[in-house]
């Protein structure tokens, strides 16, 4: 069992980090907000650090999963934060769905310190957190990559490196772009069913069974047709997402039009009120309309 260092305790992170405690590793966490921490550590043991610094001192892996690249880049460096406390050998994995520039950055700053790096986003929402069955998508040097493998693999039902520093993060812009037109979509379906009078579950339990069926559609088509969306990965964070999608694109040359479009349409789904609803809101947006 290794000495383990967990950094951002929001709804992926803090299950994640007790899927590891109860799994018998050592775990210190840090939280921005400390009565986050402190809940953690009555709910699953361990122990609470009051700075990256001091969680990751001693540390054989720090673990990250906060919001974007500032905050990132908050918890990493500085003198407070975690590479400042982890010694050479030891590796930093980071969770955080982020720009995959901000990555190589912080893969540099680590080598330099002879940390190594993981950049390691995942897939599966709350609830794949909670149940310990996440898609980890993985970039960075090989050999770190076996030696996190076994601690990942803690809360993942598939865990792979992709490739170099930056890969998991462009593999997660995947991810988000298939993501969003998959919901929408399954959005316009739903709405042409309403509009045309028929029984939404009767519709989705015939073409869920063909080539029209989905994770989303599974998953999703109940609490949609049910007007619920409390259930899942936020707008706010979804746009955040796409906004990282856009810029890469434009970096690349990779046209996006259709994630261009839908990122259009969360936004529309924001000025609803809708920001922490969840990304199968989209059909909120067509109701509106008429």
């Given at each position: 069992m290794a000495k383990l260092a967990f950094l951002?305790?929001?709804v992926m992170g803090a299950p994640m980090a007790g899927h590891l405690q109860k799994a018998g590793h050592d775990v210190t966490v840090y939280n921005r907000t400390a009565t986050k921490a402190d809940k953690w550590v009555e709910t699953y043991g361990g122990a609470m650090a009051p700075t990256p610094v001091e969680a990751a001192k001693g540390a054989d892996f720090v673990l990250s999963c906060v919001g974007n690249d500032d905050d990132l880049r908050s918890v990493c460096l500085g003198e407070e934060g975690a590479f400042a406390g982890m010694g050479s050998g030891t590796v930093f994995i980071d969770h955080t769905t982020v720009s995959a520039k901000v990555t190589r950055e912080l893969y540099a700053?680590?080598?330099?310190?002879?940390?190594s790096f993981i950049d390691a986003p995942i897939s599966g929402g709350q609830a794949g957190a909670e149940n310990g069955v996440l898609s980890i998508m993985c970039g960075g040097d090989e050999g770190a990559y076996e030696r996190a493998e076994p601690i990942m693999e803690v809360y993942s039902k598939i865990c792979r490196r992709i490739g170099e520093s930056?890969?998991?993060q462009m593999t997660k812009m995947c991810n988000q772009i298939a993501i969003a037109g998959l919901v929408q979509g399954l959005s316009e379906a739903l709405h042409m069913a309403?509009?045309?009078?028929?029984?939404?579950?009767a519709v989705v339990e015939v073409i869920s069974q063909g080539a029209a069926g989905s994770w989303q559609m599974a998953n999703r088509y109940e609490t949609m047709l049910d007007d619920h969306f409390d259930h899942g990965f936020a707008v706010d964070w979804?746009?955040?997402?796409?906004g990282i999608c856009l810029s890469t694109a434009d970096e690349n040359g990779a046209s996006l039009p259709v994630t261009a479009l839908v990122d259009q349409f969360y936004k529309d789904v924001q000025k609803l009120g809708g920001g922490r609803w969840d990304t199968s809101s989209l059909i909120k947006r067509l109701r509106a309309a008429g």
């Amino acid at each position: 069992m290794a000495k383990l260092a967990f950094l951002g305790l929001g709804v992926m992170g803090a299950p994640m980090a007790g899927h590891l405690q109860k799994a018998g590793h050592d775990v210190t966490v840090y939280n921005r907000t400390a009565t986050k921490a402190d809940k953690w550590v009555e709910t699953y043991g361990g122990a609470m650090a009051p700075t990256p610094v001091e969680a990751a001192k001693g540390a054989d892996f720090v673990l990250s999963c906060v919001g974007n690249d500032d905050d990132l880049r908050s918890v990493c460096l500085g003198e407070e934060g975690a590479f400042a406390g982890m010694g050479s050998g030891t590796v930093f994995i980071d969770h955080t769905t982020v720009s995959a520039k901000v990555t190589r950055e912080l893969y540099a700053e680590a080598d330099a310190k002879q940390i190594s790096f993981i950049d390691a986003p995942i897939s599966g929402g709350q609830a794949g957190a909670e149940n310990g069955v996440l898609s980890i998508m993985c970039g960075g040097d090989e050999g770190a990559y076996e030696r996190a493998e076994p601690i990942m693999e803690v809360y993942s039902k598939i865990c792979r490196r992709i490739g170099e520093s930056g890969s998991g993060q462009m593999t997660k812009m995947c991810n988000q772009i298939a993501i969003a037109g998959l919901v929408q979509g399954l959005s316009e379906a739903l709405h042409m069913a309403e509009k045309s009078g028929l029984d939404g579950r009767a519709v989705v339990e015939v073409i869920s069974q063909g080539a029209a069926g989905s994770w989303q559609m599974a998953n999703r088509y109940e609490t949609m047709l049910d007007d619920h969306f409390d259930h899942g990965f936020a707008v706010d964070w979804m746009r955040k997402d796409l906004g990282i999608c856009l810029s890469t694109a434009d970096e690349n040359g990779a046209s996006l039009p259709v994630t261009a479009l839908v990122d259009q349409f969360y936004k529309d789904v924001q000025k609803l009120g809708g920001g922490r609803w969840d990304t199968s809101s989209l059909i909120k947006r067509l109701r509106a309309a008429g």
